[in-house]
């Protein structure tokens, strides 16, 4: 079945570490995004990427790293530079700019920064 | 992107159609009206999208109307496994950018 990999589910790691989180998609999707989500929120923009080796920042992309090396991967690293890392994160693809294309979103990784 | 207002929460009964609106006052001419849903600690799954006309799928009903400024998603049978947070989301042909406010808790009750 076609979709949206993101691994791990949970993860748990201490203050000033850097952590990678992944997301692998076989959707043949051009574009790519990442996600945050906080408790009783909605989802806000990282960082996302229209085609391999090329990538935009978004809403809040201080504290955060991307590459698209390949057109089904786009990892994401949240840096020691990130004040309030603990979030869920959710990775998400589609067809690029037609309108007309939805989103498609992985389970999520829940990170917590100790 | 224009900005779209949903109320914070809403309650239905099983078997019955859940109906959820959604403000987008300020929606341009070139700019779809897309539904999302989230159940607890997944990702958003798409529900139905539209620019002008009303549509529908397996999933749901989706009804704007004619000034654009509105619209409703219509669950026809509500069931338990649809208690979701309900987003409602518009976005420009070409943008990248989907902007999610904080949506519709929708609870159905049996």
């Known amino acids: 079945d076609g979709g949206i990999t993101q691994s791990p589910k949970y993860l748990f790691r201490k203050e000033g570490q850097n952590v990678t989180l992944s997301c692998e998609q076989n959707?043949?999707?051009?574009?790519m995004y990442w996600y945050r989500q906080d408790p009783g929120q909605g989802l806000r923009l990282i960082y996302y990427?229209?085609?391999?080796?090329?990538?935009q920042k978004g809403d809040i992309a201080e504290g955060y790293s991307v590459s698209r090396e390949k057109k089904e991967s786009f990892p994401l690293t949240v840096t020691s530079a990130q004040k309030n890392p603990t979030a869920f994160y959710l990775c998400?693809?589609?067809?690029?700019?037609?309108?007309?294309?939805?989103?498609?979103f992985g389970n999520g990784t829940r990170l917590t920064v100790t | 992107d224009a900005k779209t207002t949903q109320p914070p929460s809403m309650d239905c009964a099983e078997g019955r159609a859940a109906n959820l609106p959604c403000n987008h006052s300020?929606?341009?001419?070139?700019?779809?009206v897309y539904w999302y849903r989230q159940i607890h600690s997944q990702g958003p799954q798409y529900i139905i999208h539209?620019?002008?006309n009303n549509e529908t799928n397996e999933m749901a009903s989706l009804i704007i109307t004619e000034d654009r400024k509105s619209s409703t998603l219509i669950l026809p049978h509500a069931t338990l496994r649809d208690t979701a947070v309900y987003y409602c989301?518009?976005?420009?042909?070409?943008?990248?950018?989907?902007?999610f406010g904080q949506g519709t808790r929708l609870t159905i009750n049996p």
């Open positions: 990427s229209q085609i391999v080796n090329d990538f």
């Open positions: 959707l043949n999707h051009d574009a």
């Open positions: 539209g620019l002008k």
């Open positions: 998400a693809s589609n067809g690029g700019g037609r309108a007309y294309s939805p989103l498609h």
């Open positions: 300020t929606i341009s001419g070139n700019e779809y």
């Open positions: 989301i518009v976005r420009a042909q070409g943008a990248q950018k989907l902007v």
